[in-house]
């Protein structure tokens, strides 16, 4: 009995510390500028591979990596969380900002990553495409 009090004891305690701020947020897909990938692969090795990226105001900030696989391809982007607020700046230094993932090469063939970079004028996605060959 005195655990199942302590152990409702904490969890309203925790839940009473989480202040409410109003802050709404979204989730926005964030161009990749350049990334750092190796030109060929070895069957059952794991790779780092490096994406560089900018945050447009200081709303913005770093989420995750986007990432979806369908058979050989890999479509990578970086997700960033939007505060919601009218006072947002636009950032004006040049800084490119530096994630990456560990990639695991468990098929034979080769394999294509297309790093999204944004949309073109009439708001077709735009990709930075590699085909890495895999060697054993």
Known sequence: MKRIISLLALVFLFNSCSP??????????LPV?????????TL???????????????????NSIYYHKDLNKR?????????QQNNCQELTENNLYECSFDFLVT????YIFKFWQGKDEQ???IYLNYEIPVTN
Do not use: W
């Not at 059952?44 to 770093?62: A, D």
């Not at 098929?107 to 080769?110: D, E, F, P």
């Open 20 to 29: 409410d701020s109003g802050t709404n947020y979204s989730l926005e897909l």
């Open 33 to 41: 500028e350049s990334v750092e990938i190796p030109t060929e692969f």
């Open 44 to 62: 059952g090795e794991t790779y780092q591979m490096k994406m560089f990226y900018r945050i447009p105001t200081n709303c913005h900030s770093y």
């Open 75 to 83: 479509t990578v982007a970086v997700e960033a969380l939007v505060s």
């Open 107 to 110: 098929s034979n063939g080769s």
């Open 123 to 125: 708001g077709n996605d």
